[in-house]
T-cell receptor
């Protein structure tokens, strides 16, 4: 069974804090993705990575950065958290090729006060 | 026209009924199509792929209409456990990222 885990289910941070969200997958997937999901807006792609040390901007990269130092781990960083980054953050992974199934982690609900 | 559009619902359907919803896409060269299911406060999970010839899995049938650029999902003999949000996913040709629709909420009523 594919397993994608995220470091926290719930997180509360203050405005201006640096926030790290960690994602780990155990299926040797090449591709990893970070999304945020907000009511009425659906899933929006923040960043993705097709290989170690490689990253590509998604649709809404502003205010975020990512790191992929190892194949199994993809980190999302909020350099200076803001209240409009309060959201559900979902990590996903897939095998190579954009036609492959994406497997999602359980999500991290982030509240920025 | 938005890249992927779905009726947000909610569809309120009595248990045992048949329900169908569509998803339209704008890029005629799109290559791959999927339906994902997302339960409340859970992550999305693949329900089924949508092939050109259609795809059936038990009570669920997915179809692709390339001429009209939409995919459909039909659920027969609906169960209470089918209550969820159904996300349409499209992979455009020549692009790296797939596109998720915003989802259709389905409530099966006892």
């Amino acid at each position: 069974d594919v397993k994608v885990t995220q470091s926290s289910r719930y997180l509360v941070k203050r405005t201006g804090e640096k926030v790290f969200l960690e994602c780990v997958q155990d299926m040797d997937h090449e591709n990893m993705f970070w999304y945020r999901q907000d009511p009425g807006l659906g899933l929006r792609l923040i960043y993705f990575s097709y290989d170690v040390k490689m990253k590509e901007k998604g649709d809404i990269p502003e205010g975020y950065s990512v790191s992929r130092e190892k194949k199994e781990r993809f980190s999302l960083i909020l350099e200076s958290a803001s209240t409009n980054q309060t959201s559900m953050y979902l990590c996903a992974s897939s095998f190579g090729g954009n036609q492959e199934t994406q497997y999602f982690g359980p999500g991290t609900r982030l509240l920025v006060l | 026209r938005k890249e992927v559009e779905q009726d947000p619902g909610p569809f309120n359907v009595p248990e045992g009924a048949t329900v169908a919803f569509n998803c339209t896409y704008s890029n005629s060269a799109s290559q791959s199509f999927f339906w994902y299911r997302q339960d409340c406060r859970k992550e999305p999970k693949l329900l089924m792929s949508v092939y050109s010839s259609g795809n059936e899995d038990g009570r669920f049938t997915a179809q692709l209409n390339r001429a009209s650029q939409y995919i459909s999902l039909l659920i027969r003999d609906s169960k209470l456990s089918d209550s969820a949000t159904y996300l349409c996913v499209v992979t455009p040709s020549g692009e790296d990222k797939i596109i998720f629709g915003k989802g259709t909420r389905l409530h099966i009523l006892p």
